[in-house]
Structures are given as C-alpha cells and as structure tokens.
C-alpha cells in the first residue's frame, strides 16, 4: 500500500529535513486536551529528492553521527500530538512539510528466548562500561556523538533527552565479534501500544486500567456479545469501541487480558507519573516494554535499523573482530506467542446482523456521519487543535506491521439478534484539508478528526529471505555494499515488511491517483477481497559484485503464485531507476512469466545482462545460500 501522502507540522523552508529523535511527552499542547511529543529534526545536505535515493549507507553514518573537528549538524525541534506517532518514526524525511523518503537503512531479524526480556535498560545520558579499546578519560554511552548525535540535552527548546529510556540487545557472531541493537523505549511504545491514534492517545491520558474503556466496551450489547474470557480459558473475547479497526482486537486482548502484558500497560502511566514528580507540568519519557512474551520457543522481532559507525577490536593473537551497532527505528513485524488462546472479536455499532432481526423506529447510530476519506497531498495533520467528535474522518495510513507467522487465531463473534433503524441523524462533513488526531471534542474551534494508524499487512516473506540471503554472502564478503534502492518518485514508493520497495502502479493510475483494480498488477491479503487489495510491490536491492555493481529485482508474491528474480548489470551510462521502472512495467505486461526474456527485448540494443533467478530453499523455509552464490558466479561470468 502507498504510504499516504499527507503533510504535519514540520519546517516548509525547502529545505530536508530527518526525523533524528522521538520522545519527551507534554500535557495538553496548544489549544488541545491531548498529550505532545517533541520530535527532533536533522537538516541533511541535499538539495534534490534525487539525491536521497543515491546516499550511500557510509554517507549515511557521517550524518548520523559527528566527530569533535568535523561540521556540526543543524537540529530543529517541532510538538507533534502524540496521535501522530504512528505516521512518523526515526529516519523520516521530510520537504516542506511532506514525507519524501527515509535515510538508508537495513531490516534484521532479532530473536528472543524463551523468558528474555527487554530489561537492560539505560538512559541517553548515563555512562555505562566502555567497550575495548575505548578510551578510559572518555565516558561512553549508548549512543555516543560519533555515532549518533543528538540525542542529549538541549536547553533552548527545553528538551532533556539525556533522560529518554533506551534497552540494548548484544549478540556474538560465531566468527567472533559483535552487533549491538539499541532500541528506543519510545519505537516499543509506537509498536504496541501506540498503532492508532486513539490508543496513543488513551495511553498518554491515564492508567490503562481506566482508559481501556475508550478502546473497549464492557457492557453487554444488544446482541448479546460482552468481553471476557470464554470456553474456559480458551478463548478471549473482546468488544471493541466503534472506532478501533478489527485488525488490532489481538494486541488489545493481549494488553487486557494477559497478566504479563497488562502489567506492562498499567506501567507506563505509573512511570510518567513518577517522572514528573511533584510537578504536574513536568514533561515524561517513553517507558514501555515489550507486552509479548513467548513461555515456549522464541519470539522474533523484524526490526528496521539505521546502521551506526562500528568499530574494530584487536585480539591477542592479532586478530581484527567487528563490532557494529544498530539504531532500531521501527518494529515491522513480530511472531504471536503460541501460549495465547482464540481471540473472539467484534465491534459497538458494528453493523453486523443478528441470528434475528428486529426493527426499530428510531435513527441508526453513526448514520449521519460522513463516511471516511484517505488523506492526500492538501491535508495537513495539525498539532494545535482537537478533533471534532461528530465530524467526517479522513485516514492517513502509517507505518506497516505484519504478523511474522499465521499471527492471532480470530473467531468472528455472532450477535444473537440485531436492530434494523430507520434513516439517520444529520452529520457534520467539513471538507476542509487540515484535520487533527488529538482528543475527540465537541469544541467550536475543533477540527475534522484524522484516523492515524499503523497498517497491518499479512506476512511476506519472500522479501525478508532474499534480502538475508544476500546479507549473509556480504558478511562472508562474497558481495559488497548491498544497499535497498526505493523509487525516486515518492508516490511510487511503499513500504512492505520494513522495506522500502516499488509499486506496479501504471501512469494512468498513478496520474489519476486510482486504487489497485484487479490484475497481475494488484495483490490481495484476503483472496478475492477487494478491501484487501494492494499495488504489487517488488524490491530493489543494488550490490558489489567482481567489481561491478548489480541490481537485484525481487517480486512480491503470495502462496498461490511463484516468481522467478531478476539480476540487472546495468551500463554505466544508464540511470538504474529508469531500468528498473521499465522493468518492473515489462514484468506486468508479460504477468511475470517469462520476464527475462522480455526484458531482454526492450534492451536488446544496450549492452546489459538480465539473467532470472529461480529460488531455492532450505527446510526451515530460507534461501540456499550456496546455490545463490552459485548463479551469481554463473551468470555474472558469461
């Protein structure tokens, strides 16, 4: 799905601008009843959108991070509501106010044991022990400035990131060395509990055991059905308010009725509390842990990083280990412990029908507000004003998170009987652009209310097992440099599974700004449901290889169809985007059968090897190493 298109409050001075930090909540910003979060900005160095796409992973980490002599970086600070938080993560970029791409970055699959937890937790600020070869008169932390700077105390704007709660994961190569994974407790807050914004919202308002009625209903319905725990335990049951979207009913049952997750729920309020002290006003940092937890086997996480400066470490034996260190920006993706039972799901005012049906002379509820919108390119999510409870909604669509396996178990509850109303009640439909995700208000002055919420896509695999695959010849320096390539047209662009890939939106649909319409060119998360439909997407990587950059092109597929890959070695004289784009038009035109050989015929007067690749897997499910290896020395010698 393209990532909506809508504008926030950010800098539009034309210049670019990176999401460089998140954390540090304020009550009630502006004119609103909502909480805020300040949002750092780095300016980058680039004048083009162009250039975004061409910056290099070692590019990156100079930005990234500064050295005592060398430029220092321009940061600018801006209040977001924290309604907004599912639309924004670290390594955003933003021009003039619209989100045009992201900074380089890699997915990782990071894996927790049975019973671990995220508990080694640091402060931005404090000093922990150094790693070796570090030298001992400087104090080191977990983010230090040449690695990623910023993140401290800024006393202009009043931001105290010196405070912001960070967890580290370390995990040994067998080759030795190391990678370190730092998480923000903040990228753990917009994971789970912060998907929408109506449940940023509740969770910055008070203690969940409170505020999850705004989220769900406990009283009996009409119908029959009520949240709790049903068939003796083997089941959860849960009624959702109105406005939250069926695809969350799991994660919300897991934060209610799950003793460990709950536990972790009801911290996060009594933690802000505690860091604000005898001060009401006083700001709060992100505090929130991993509600999922596996009892039996393993739970992975799919994680998006921004790769960080590392260094080398010389053993006694002369030996040279790596260590690197990752920022995670963003959880795409987790696996669903096996320990938790059906979740049986519905919504208030769900519009169901009952085993009976029975009529009533009275309006239906919600029957006069307008139906929703998708946000484009004239809305802007303000930060100064609420939202207008009875007001149309328009949806701007965030980051994606799929479920790494089959995810929850849903059970569709039935209603017993149901209502059938007679017409509806007036609604208030405000077509203007500007729209806020603040607190629902019946406020003159409020705005028309925005629906800010993290997508939830099924798994796709097929990205995440190349992209390993590949990553795994780079470390044993088969290939080098692998780096994704996104669309240099932003509109072109979506994310799948944590990366940034290509749609197979054709220029009329683009043009005309059409949904996906059936078609080699349309993929579906539900067969044949056209509420589920999507642009197919396919994923760009470029690489090192004999001394010669190659293009990977991987397609996206579901289980009822098979794709083979495409590697391109590109003349120099050619702008790799503008191959890639006609392929990906050739690959839809010939339905994916075939695609080397059609590709061939629109480039057979330039001197340019296309060669498919068919996949191979091991039992676990992933790509035979050995045998990618083997086509690349294959097909790159003839």
Known sequence: MQSTQAKFSFPQDDQFWAVKYIDQFNLAHARTRTASVQVMLQRLPISAKNELSRLSPDATKQLLGTRPRGPKPEFDFVSILAGQLPAIRIGDVFHNREKVGELPSI????????????????????????????????????????????????????????????????????????????????????????????????????????????????????????????????????????????????????LHFDDYARARAESIFAKALQDRGANPRAPWFASAEIPLQAKTGKLDLAVKCLELRGWTEKTADNRQLAHQKFLITDICGSTWPSHYPIIGHSRTNAGDGGAQSNPVAFPKPYGGTPPSKEANEDTVVRSDLDGHSGSSTTTVKGNQWSWLDAGPQYRRLEKEQSQRYQGGLPGIDNDGTDVSAGAHTFEKDALPKAEVKTVVRAPNACFDHMYQALCALAQRQVIADLTVIPARRPEQRSERSGYMCWTFIDDESLRRKLKPYGGFRTIYDIPHDRRSAHWRTALALRFEYRGRLHHWVEIERNRSNSFRSLLLTIDNQLDANDVIEAVLNVIAEARGVGIDKAARAIFQHVQMGIFAYTHFYNNDGTLREDLLESFLKRSVTL
């Open 107 to 254: 997915v990782r699959r990071l894996t927790l044991g049975t019973g671990e937890t995220d508990s080694t937790e640091v402060r931005a600020g404090e000093t922990i022990e150094a790693v070796p070869g570090w030298a001992p008169s400087l104090p080191y932390r977990i983010l230090n400035a040449f690695e990623y700077s910023g993140v401290t105390d800024h006393f202009q704007p009043n931001v105290r990131f010196s405070r912001s709660r960070l967890v580290f994961f370390k995990r040994f190569r067998k080759e030795g060395g190391s990678d370190t994974y730092v998480l923000p407790r903040m990228t753990i807050f917009k994971t789970f509990y912060a998907m929408h914004n109506l449940l940023a919202n509740a969770f910055c308002s008070g203690p969940w055991s409170k505020e999850v009625e705004k989220v769900v209903s406990f009283n009996e319905t009409y119908g029959g059905l009520q949240t709790g725990i049903a068939d003796g335990g083997r089941q959860w049951n849960i009624v959702l308010q109105t406005l939250i979207p069926d695809e969350y009913a799991g994660l919300i049952a897991v």
